[in-house]
Nanobody
Framework: QLQLVESGGGLVQPGGSLTLSCSGRRDTLDYYAIGWFRQAPGKEREGVSCIDGSSGRTYYADSVKGRFTISRDNAKNTVYLQMNSLKPEDTAVYYC?????????WGQGTQVTVSS
């Protein structure tokens, strides 16, 4: 079964940048739609961005449009989330999800904290 491992989180000042990685193990990510979600304390998990498995089409939440970029490197079996112009309200645990048909897998999450 596919396993996902996120990395790249950390503490960054407002206006800074981070790149999150979602790496697949035990299966290829090529045909999965990969989504990034986040959950802040006391809030529900929300979708941030996703990239389609076949077309490569990308989608973004309005709150991150123009600041975040999702991409995939099939050779490295990894999907990235480049986050620029970070704001304190971007603080959350970020999770990646892989979806293909009825198969869905989640990673363990990586903490992103935006604070001065």
């Amino acid at each position: 079964q596919l396993q996902l491992v996120e990395s790249g989180g950390g503490l960054v000042q407002p206006g800074g940048s981070l790149t999150l990685s979602c790496s697949g193990r035990r299966d290829t990510l090529d045909y999965y739609a990969i989504g990034w979600f986040r959950q802040a304390p006391g809030k529900e998990r929300e979708g941030v961005s996703c990239i389609d498995g076949s077309s490569g089409r990308t989608y973004y939440a309005d709150s991150v449009k123009g600041r975040f970029t999702i991409s995939r490197d099939n050779a490295k079996n990894t999907v990235y989330l480049q986050m620029n112009s970070l704001k304190p309200e971007d603080t959350a645990v970020y999770y990646c999800n892989a979806l293909r048909g009825l198969r869905s897998s989640w990673g363990q999450g990586t903490q992103v904290t935006v604070s001065s």
